[in-house]
Structure formats: C-alpha cells, structure tokens
C-alpha cells in the first residue's frame, strides 16, 4: 500500500513538472500587469519649449527636493545660444545638444529659441542640482524599454525618456555649425549637426499591458498612456535615450 501511494505522489511531481500549462501559470502569477509611480505632475507652459528641464523637475520633486521647473532652468539646466552669422553666408552656430541646452528654453519661436537637449547634457545638469551625498543622475541611454521598466519602473524609480511631441513621426529639423563641445561631445566642432523636429522629453511612471504612462509636460498632458509599438518607435528616433536618478 505504502509503495503505491509513492508512486501516486511521483507521478503528480513528475506530471507538473513537465506540463507547460501548469509552469505557465505559476510564472504568470510573477509578472506584474500593471504599474504607477506617483511622480508629481508640471507643465511646461511657463517654459515653453524647456520639457527636459520640466521632466527633470519631476524627477527632483519625487526625490523630495524643493525645487521649480524655473530654478531649474534658471540656474542648474546648461544652456548655450544659437546664433546665425550676419554676413551674407548666414551661417547658424550652436551647441552639441549631448553638451548643452541649445537655444532659449522660454522662447517658442524666432532667433535663439529653444530647441533642447541631449541625454548626458541633461544627467549633467541635474547634477548640478542633485546632494552628491545621496543621489546620482545617471544615462541610462541604450537601454530597452522592457529593460527599463525591470531595472527601474518596477523598482519605483522613475525614468526620462527622449521621443516626440504627441508621439508623432520624427522628422528633420533646423541645422546648425556645431561651436560648443565638453567631456560628452559626440560631435566636434565645425562638424553638421541636424536636430530631430518634434523631439520631446517626458517621463515614465508606469505602464498596463498595451501602454507605457507618463507624466508628459506637453500641452498639460498630466499622466497620458501612449501605445507601447509607438513609444518604441518613437524612443529608437531620437537613439533611445534616457535619464533616471539614482539613490547611493
């Protein structure tokens, strides 16, 4: 009677142990579905064309800094001015946008106005702002989307993402000579560079089975879910860059 009710038992672990439906299961039971990080929430009206300052603030605040999207701007976001030449060439000089903020970030439209930033610009900026003591800014730039929600959502730690405006198709933009470098200049100077119409800063909080979320500055957006095959496609455009900050 004994050797019968063992080999019951054996043939129970054996059979779910090779049956996929049951694995299935309980490896389905581990996957979260569905995820939100309370990230308080700015719009970038006041400054209008400054959304990687703006989602830089963000992130600040949720670290519990007491900081706006303007101190930001104002005093720790590296910004340096385009300019075109006034001689009959018409040449338009700017920075390496992985070096600087290109442009003025509270202006729309016209000379000087605010086109943005990088991934390494922004990390640098941010700190400046940030206690040494305990927190990092980090580029996260090469990482998946599904590695980011593993590594960091997941782990409440909010990401910045570099995409598009309304997540519409990146095109090309205004060119200019590039005249300011540092340490995370990819170009040098005197080289072309073309900076890509449309791209946007936002950040990620979250995400449920068809969509990534975010707090997104554009237009008073708040917390917008965009669909998972767009987002994608729009991060790899702008070379799938991104930004977390990092607890020591």
């Known amino acids: 009677m004994m050797k019968k009710f063992i080999c019951f038992l054996a043939i129970i672990f054996i059979g779910s142990t090779l049956n996929p439906n049951i694995m299935a299961n309980q490896e389905e039971t ?77 202006k729309k439209s016209g000379e000087n106005c605010g086109f943005g ?46 995409a598009t405006m309304d997540m519409k198709r990146a095109k090309k933009g205004m060119s200019w000579t590039i005249n300011y470098t540092d340490e995370n200049s990819v170009y040098n100077k005197g080289d072309k560079f073309t900076w890509v119409s449309g791209e946007h800063c936002l950040v990620l909080v979250g995400y449920d089975e068809d969509n990534y979320r975010f707090n997104d500055p554009y237009k008073n957006h708040g917390l917008i879910s965009y669909k998972k095959n767009i987002v994608e496609k729009r991060f790899t455009e702008l070379g799938n860059q991104s930004v977390a900050i990092l607890k020591k």
């Open 30 to 106: 581990n996957i979260q579905t569905e995820k939100i990080i309370n990230v308080p929430y700015i719009n970038q009206d006041e400054i209008v064309s400054g959304c990687e300052a703006v989602s830089a603030t963000m992130l600040l605040q949720y670290y519990g800094y007491e900081i706006t999207a303007k101190d930001f701007t104002d005093q720790f976001l590296i910004k340096k001015d385009w300019y075109i030449t006034k001689n009959k060439n018409k040449i338009i000089y700017g920075p390496d946008p992985n070096s600087a903020y290109s442009g003025n970030p509270y």
């Open 117 to 162: 930033c990088y991934a390494p610009a922004l990390t640098k900026s941010l700190n400046k702002a940030l206690d040494k003591q305990t927190h990092e800014a980090i580029v996260t730039t090469g990482t998946s989307l599904n590695d980011i929600l593993e590594n960091y959502v997941n782990k409440d730690i909010p990401v910045i993402i570099w």
